[in-house]
């Protein structure tokens, strides 16, 4: 059974930082490309970032180029996704994805709140 469990989110202030981790079981995680996506209040889905299954090939949002990192550890079967320099308009629901652009194997989410 694929589980995909985030934790790390949280209240930040403008300008702040914070890291999201993703736990992944139930399936062979250094085969699969693996990704973030975000959903605002009111809105849809938003992919952000996605890393290959070996970790060199990252893409990022344009939104958050320069700001947010995605990195994997096969090893531990994690992923995460490095904040920084947070804006107000990253608030957001974001969720751990298996696979790339339009995948919907995801967990829980972990809330992401970026206010002063």
């Known amino acids: 059974q694929v589980q995909l469990a985030e934790s790390g989110g949280g209240l930040a202030q403008p300008g702040g930082s914070l890291t999201l981790s993703c736990a992944a079981s139930?399936?062979?995680?250094?085969?699969?490309?693996m990704s973030w996506v975000r959903q605002a209040p009111g809105k849809g889905l938003e992919w952000v970032a996605g890393?290959?299954?070996?970790?060199?090939?990252?893409y990022l949002l344009s939104s958050v180029r320069g700001r947010f990192t995605i990195s994997r550890d096969n090893a531990k079967n994690t992923l995460v996704l490095q904040m920084n320099s947070l804006k107000p308009e990253d608030t957001g629901l974001y969720y751990c994805?298996?696979?790339?652009?339009?995948?919907?194997?995801r967990g829980q989410g972990t809330q992401v709140t970026v206010s002063s």
């Open positions: 994805v298996r696979g790339g652009y339009g995948s919907t194997t």
């Open positions: 890393i290959n299954n070996v970790g060199t090939e990252i």
């Open positions: 139930g399936f062979t995680f250094n085969t699969f490309y």
